[in-house]
C-alpha cells in the first residue's frame, strides 16, 4: 500500500510540472497565431524555452547534486557553436529546417557532454568552494576557445583552424565560425514548438532520472558523501553523470538558443550568463524544477518589461530580484503558505497519513 | 635463502565454537595507521568469526573509530593488512569495500536526510538493482521490475524495525532513536556480512538500549552475519558481545570473552577502574 503512495507523490509533483507546461504552451501559441501577442514577448518566446532548459539542467547540478557550478554557460556555447556549424555544413544535405534544428540540437549535446565529461574529470575531483571556481575557469577557457576558433566548410568537407584564419578554404567554402566575430548569417530555425519540446524532453529526462536508482545515488552523494561510499555508492561515477548529463542538456539549449538570432559570438555566453541561469535555480527553489522554469520565465520578461523606466530599468530589475528572495525566504510567509496548503488540503477533504512536524520545514519543497 | 626457525607466535584469535571450521569474516594482521608522527593505531590484530557478535572497547581517543575507518578503507593503513573473507582489501576503495560484504553505522548519525526514509534504504538497495541510467530515464519493463523488488525488499526491512509507517517520512525528520535504527536497516540493505556498528546505544535510555541488544542479536540470527561493534555502554557490550577487544591508546591491551575482560586487571586499570564501570 505504502509504495504506491510514494510513487504517486513523486508522480504528481512532475505531472504537475508537464500539466503547466504544457498549458502554458497551449496558451502561448494561441496567441500566436490568433496574433494576439505582443511582438516583444514573442520575440522572447525560444530565449525563454532556453533559459528554462538551462535553468532546469543546472538544477540537477546544483540542486540534485548539491554542486555549485559557474560555468553552465559554457557548456551552452559548446552545443550553440557545435550545434549550429552541423546545421550549417548540413544545408545543402538536409533541406527540412526542423531536423537540422533537431540535428543541431543533438550534436551541440553530444559535444557539450564530451566536454563535460572531459571538464568533470579534473573538476569533481574538488569539493564546494572549489569546484564552483573551477568551472567558472573552464567556462572562461571555452569562452576564450570558441573566441580564437575558425571553422569553414567547401566541398572537402569542415576545415578548423585556432587563433588565426588559417583554414584555408577552397573557392566558394563559406566561413561558418570566424574567430571574435562568431558566427554570422544563421538561418532562424528556432520555433517556440522546439523550444516546448526540449523544454518537454529536459523535463522528462530530469524527473526520470532523479527518480530512479540514479537520481537517489545523486542526491544520497549530495545529503552525505561518506554514507553514500559506505553503501556503495561509487560516488566519482554518480557525480560525473549528473555533470555530464547536465551539460548535455545546456549543449541542446545551445542551438535553440543561437538559432534563434541571425549571428551569434562566444561571448554572448559569459560569466553573466552563467550568474544568471544560476539566479534562475536559486530563486526558483534548489531541486525545483518548476520553480526554475517559472524564474526562468519571469526574469527574462522582467528587464523587457521595465523598458518603460529607461535608465533605472536593471536598477530596478535588481531591487525586484533582492525583494523577491527577501520574500520566498522568509519564514513567516512559508509558514503561512503552509498552514494555507493544509487548510486547502482538508478542505478538499483527501485524507493524507499522519505526517511528522519538521516536514514542513522544508524550504526545497 | 636459508631457512628460518619459524618461532610459534600465540595468534590471539578468539571465536566462538561454531564458526572455527569456517574461514573467518575477517582477520587483521598488525593493522597500524600513523597521522603525521602520530602512532593512532598499531599492531590490531583481530580476527571475527561468521556469526559472532564482537565487541570493540576503549576509552574514548583508544581508536576505536579509526579502526572501523581503516576496516571500510576510509583511510588507508600505514601497515598490516586486511582479510575480508580471506581476501586483501588494500587499495580498495570505501563503496568496493561495502560490495564485499562490510557494512557500517556512524557515531554521529548519517543519514541522507532530505530523503525519505523509503530512499534512504533503497540506496542502501543500490546495488540490489540492476538497471542502467537509460532504463531508468526510459522508464523501461526492467524499471518498474527492479524497482517493485527492491521497495519490497525496502519494507521487508523496514518491518524488522516496525518503521513501515514512516516510509515516506523524511529521514532527518525522524526522532533519534528511529533515525539510528534507520541507518542500521540502511547498512543491512547492502546485504552484508560484517556489519560495523559505532555506538549503537549512544543517546539511548536503559530500556531503549535493551531492545537494542535484542534487535541486535534477532539481526545477525535472521541474517547470519557478524556483527562488530564499538560501544561504551557496558551492559550492552557484556550482555551480548561473545569475544571483545579493548583498545587502549591505539594498541590492543585485551582479548577474549565478556569474563575474561571483566576480570582483566589491564583492563580494569585502563578502563573501568578509572572511568569506573557503568
Known amino acids: 500500500m505504502k509504495k504506491k503512495i510514494t510513487l504517486t507523490k513523486y508522480t504528481r509533483s512532475s505531472f504537475l510540472t508537464y500539466g503547466l507546461v504544457i498549458a502554458a504552451y497551449v496558451i502561448l501559441q494561441s496567441m500566436v497565431l490568433t496574433g494576439s501577442i505582443t511582438s516583444s514577448l514573442k520575440g522572447m518566446l525560444v530565449p525563454i524555452c532556453a533559459y528554462a532548459v538551462m535553468a532546469v539542467s543546472l538544477n540537477l547540478t546544483v540542486g540534485v547534486l548539491g554542486e555549485l557550478s559557474l560555468g553552465h554557460a559554457g557548456f551552452m556555447s559548446v552545443g550553440a557553436f557545435t550545434g549550429v556549424i552541423a546545421a550549417i555544413a548540413l544545408e545543402g544535405i538536409v533541406p527540412m529546417g526542423w531536423l537540422r ?41 571555452i569562452k576564450s576557445v570558441l573566441n580564437n576558433l575558425y571553422v569553414g566548410v567547401d566541398g572537402d568537407g569542415l576545415h578548423f583552424s585556432l587563433l588565426s584564419d588559417r583554414t584555408g578554404l577552397a573557392a ?25 519540446v526540449l523544454l518537454m524532453l529536459t523535463l522528462f529526462i530530469v524527473f526520470n532520472l532523479v527518480n530512479s536508482r540514479t537520481g537517489r545515488a545523486i542526491k544520497s552523494i549530495r545529503d552525505n558523501r561518506i554514507a553514500a561510499e559506505s553503501v556503495g555508492i561509487n560516488v566519482t561515477k554518480y557525480r560525473l553523470t549528473a555533470f555530464v548529463t ?19 559570438i562566444a561571448n554572448k555566453f559569459d560569466f553573466n550568463t552563467s550568474i544568471l541561469v544560476l539566479v534562475f535555480v536559486v530563486l526558483g527553489g534548489l531541486g525545483n524544477m518548476l520553480g526554475s522554469i517559472i524564474a526562468a520565465t519571469a526574469l527574462t520578461i522582467l528587464p523587457e518589461a521595465l523598458r518603460q523606466f529607461a535608465d533605472y530599468r536593471m536598477l530596478i530589475y535588481a531591487i525586484v530580484l533582492i525583494l523577491v528572495m527577501l520574500i520566498t525566504n522568509n519564514p513567516t510567509l512559508a509558514a503561512w503558505t503552509q498552514s494555507a496548503r493544509d487548510k486547502l488540503r482538508r478542505a478538499v477533504g483527501r485524507k493524507k497519513p499522519a505526517r511528522t512536524p519538521a516536514e514542513g520545514g522544508d524550504g526545497h519543497e | 635463502m636459508s631457512k628460518v626457525k619459524l618461532v610459534p607466535v600465540p595468534s590471539g584469535s578468539v571465536i566462538p565454537e561454531r564458526d572455527i571450521d569456517k574461514t573467518p569474516i575477517l582477520e587483521t594482521h598488525h593493522l597500524g595507521i600513523d597521522f603525521g608522527g602520530l602512532v593512532a593505531v598499531d599492531d590490531f590484530t583481530l580476527t571475527i568469526g561468521r556469526t559472532e557478535i564482537a565487541g570493540l572497547i576503549g576509552p574514548n ?68 538493482m540492476s538497471y542502467s541510467a537509460l532504463t531508468g530515464i526510459l522508464r523501461l519493463p526492467a524499471f518498474y521490475r527492479s524497482e517493485r523488488i527492491a521497495r519490497e525488499r525496502a519494507m521487508e526491512l523496514l518491518s524488522i524495525f516496525s518503521m513501515e509507517d514512516t516510509a515516506d517520512a523524511q529521514a532527518g525528520s525522524l526522532p533519534y532513536g528511529a533515525q539510528r535504527r534507520l541507518e ?63 583498545l587502549n591508546y591505539g594498541k590492543v591491551i585485551a582479548k577474549g570473552d565478556p569474563d575474561q575482560i571483566k576480570n582483566d586487571p589491564v583492563v580494569i586499570e585502563a578502563y573501568l577502574g578509572k572511568k569506573g564501570a557503568k
Open chain 1, 101 to 141: 534544428l533537431v540535428i543541431a540540437m543533438a550534436v551541440g549535446a553530444v559535444f557539450a557532454a564530451v566536454a563535460g565529461f572531459l571538464i568533470g574529470i579534473p573538476v569533481l575531483r574538488l569539493k564546494g568552494d572549489y569546484l564552483a571556481i573551477v568551472t567558472l575557469a573552464f567556462g572562461e577557457i
Open chain 2, 61 to 128: 581517543g583508544a581508536g576505536k573509530t579509526t579502526v572501523f575507518n581503516m576496516l571500510t578503507n576510509v583511510y588507508q593503513p600505514t601497515r598490516g593488512s586486511i582479510l575480508l573473507d580471506g581476501r586483501e582489501t588494500r587499495g580498495l576503495k570505501t563503496s568496493q569495500v561495502c560490495k564485499l560484504g562490510i557494512a557500517r553505522t556512524f557515531q554521529n548519525i548519517r543519514l541522507f536526510s532530505n530523503m525519505t526514509v523509503m530512499e534512504n534504504i533503497l540506496v542502501g538497495l543500490h546495488d540490489e
Open chain 2, 184 to 246: 542500521i536497516l540502511r547498512a543491512l540493505a547492502t546485504n552484508p556480512s560484517l556489519l560495523l556498528l559505532d555506538e549503537p546505544a549512544a543517546g539511548m535510555n536503559p530500556s531503549e538500549t535493551e531492545e537494542l541488544m535484542e534487535n541486535i542479536r534477532r539481526i545477525r540470527d535472521m541474517f547470519q552475519i557478524a556483527v562488530l561493534l564499538i560501544e561504551h555502554d557496558m551492559n550492552l557490550v557484556m550482555g551480548i558481545c561473545e569475544g571483545i577487544c579493548v
Open chain 1, 172 to 196: 566558394g567554402g563559406r566561413m561558418i565560425v570566424n574567430g571574435p566575430m562568431g558566427i554570422t548569417g544563421i538561418t532562424k530555425l528556432s520555433t517556440f514548438t522546439a523550444g516546448f
Open chain 1, 246 to 264: 547536465s551539460a548535455a542538456m545546456a549543449g541542446a539549449a545551445g542551438p535553440l538558443f543561437a538559432m534563434n538570432y541571425s549571428n551569434i
